[in-house]
């Protein structure tokens, strides 16, 4: 069973704040989803083949070619801005006081 002092671990973990009724929610639903995950457990699964790829093209194997390259003119015709033969991005870094 899962304490609300864990669901409070867990919410700190994941940089997660909640109020008082809600982590008595959590903590419900917490608890159920593991009483399923225990019912589910019970499952008696002796002849079932695990399932590696739900996809059914297991094994294809995909060609990485080069494809015909874009227009460089016409692409930075395109872009928000550009400057010579390039494209301009506004500046992401920084000090993180901004």
């Given at each position: 069973?899962?304490?609300?002092?864990?669901?409070?671990?867990?919410?700190?973990?994941?940089?997660?704040?909640?109020?008082?009724n809600e982590l008595?929610?959590?903590?419900?639903?917490?608890?159920?989803?593991?009483?399923?995950?225990?019912?589910?457990?019970?499952?008696?699964?002796?002849?079932?083949?695990?399932?590696?790829?739900?996809?059914?093209?297991?094994?294809?194997?995909?060609?990485?070619?080069?494809?015909?390259?874009?227009?460089?003119?016409?692409?930075?015709?395109?872009?928000?801005?550009?400057?010579?033969?390039?494209?301009?991005?506004?500046?992401?870094?920084?000090?993180?006081?901004?």
């Amino acid at each position: 069973m899962v304490t609300k002092e864990e669901v409070v671990k867990l919410a700190k973990l994941s940089k997660l704040s909640f109020q008082e009724n809600e982590l008595e929610s959590f903590q419900k639903d917490l608890n159920d989803i593991f009483k399923y995950m225990e019912n589910l457990n019970e499952l008696n699964l002796e002849n079932v083949e695990p399932l590696y790829n739900i996809l059914e093209n297991e094994g294809k194997i995909y060609r990485h070619e080069p494809k015909t390259e874009m227009d460089k003119v016409r692409f930075l015709k395109n872009a928000p801005k550009s400057d010579d033969n390039f494209v301009a991005l506004p500046v992401i870094v920084g000090d993180g006081d901004e």
